[in-house]
């Protein structure tokens, strides 16, 4: 039964927003799979995954821990959440460079998964990203554990989702997502979109 205490759509298009704006996971995946096949980067893909599966489950357990304090605290959370798009846009507007297969970590033979999931499960962003957005898109700002779990899985599946389809079409995903001239106007449409998202988060936080 779908809980109806839950915004499931505005959540999957704000965890959608982020995983599409291309990133490390996003080069390092193409990049693999051209260099080394889809065997490589599928398996590079379990491995992210899992790794950001772990990072949820902690990222709730610790937003529960957190939002039990207070609704001052829920209050900041929106704040916080509303600085964390900020961030994600700035960084996606300036194109800092994250993209960039030199500066993506390389591994080889069974070791992709392995890298995949130790990079993600000690992914701070993507930590912070689900503890101060997803209370947003819960009624009362304070999810249960049970809430938590599935949004966390939701985010993970979009992203596996995303990561799959880049491996499976690696050669043209590069040319669409690794092309400077395409890639700057991608990164600044979603960082507006962003900003839009952060300007939501902080009208909640002081309604």
Request: hydrophobic share 60%; aromatic share 6%; glycine share 8%.
């Amino acid at each position: 039964m779908i809980d109806p205490l839950v915004d499931w759509a505005g959540f999957a298009l704000a965890v959608l927003l982020v995983e599409v704006t291309p990133g490390p996971n996003m080069a390092w995946l193409v990049t693999l799979t051209l260099s080394e096949g889809r065997g490589a980067g599928l398996k590079a893909v379990a491995g992210v995954a899992l790794g950001l599966a772990v990072n949820a489950a902690l990222s709730v357990i610790a937003a529960s821990l957190i939002l039990a304090q207070g609704p001052a605290l829920t209050t900041a959370v929106s704040v916080l959440a509303a600085a964390m798009m900020v961030w994600l846009a700035l960084e996606a507007w300036r194109d800092a460079g994250e993209s960039s297969p030199t500066a993506t970590p390389r591994r080889s033979g069974e070791r992709h998964a392995l890298a995949g999931f130790a990079i993600n499960v000690l992914n701070p962003k993507s930590a912070l990203f689900l503890i101060t957005v997803m209370p947003q898109f819960v009624a009362d700002g304070r999810p249960t554990m049970e809430q938590g779990l599935v949004l966390g899985a939701v985010s993970v599946g979009i992203a596996t989702a995303i990561h799959g389809a880049l491996v499976l079409a690696a050669e043209h995903a590069r040319v669409a997502l690794m092309a400077e001239s395409r890639a700057r106007i991608v990164r600044r449409v979603l960082a507006l979109a962003m900003l839009g998202v952060a300007a939501w988060f902080l009208t909640k936080a002081f309604a």
